[in-house]
Nanobody, 124 residues
Framework: QVQLVESGGGSVQAGGSLRLSCVAS????????MVWYRQAPDNQRELVAS???????NYADSVKGRFTISRDNAKNTVYLQMNSLKPEDTAVYYC??????????????????WGQGTQVTVSS
């Protein structure tokens, strides 16, 4: 069974940095895309950054130049380096991976899995 576990959230002052990690475990044989989302109170979940298996990245305009998404394929891990944090970055951050896995004799292709979320709080 595939599980995604996030870590690295916390409380920082404006201008500070945090690095989020998301590790996928289970019988995984391919990761097609890795995505970070965030959701602030009373707001819809929004895409923050994405990274495809081919290395293409995409960022929300609000985080361009401040956040960097990266991965460690050997560890099935995606990172989100967040610099120059602002109070408006305060949210619960979620990772999502689209991946291929196996369970017994069954193969699952292009399935989406979500992490449980990690809180990021930026104070002014």
């Amino acid at each position: 069974q595939v599980q995604l576990v996030e870590s690295g959230g916390g409380s920082v002052q404006a201008g500070g940095s945090l690095r989020l990690s998301c590790v996928a475990s289970g019988s995984i044989f391919g990761i097609n895309a890795m995505v970070w989302y965030r959701q602030a109170p009373d707001n819809q979940r929004e895409l923050v950054a994405s990274l495809t298996s081919g290395g293409s990245t995409n960022y929300a305009d609000s985080v361009k130049g401040r956040f960097t998404i990266s991965r460690d394929n050997a560890k099935n891990t995606v990172y989100l380096q967040m610099n120059s944090l602002k109070p408006e970055d305060t949210a619960v951050y979620y990772c999502k991976m689209n991946l291929d896995s196996r369970s017994g004799l069954a193969y699952y292709r292009f399935q989406d899995y979500w992490g449980q979320g990690t809180q990021v709080t930026v104070s002014s």
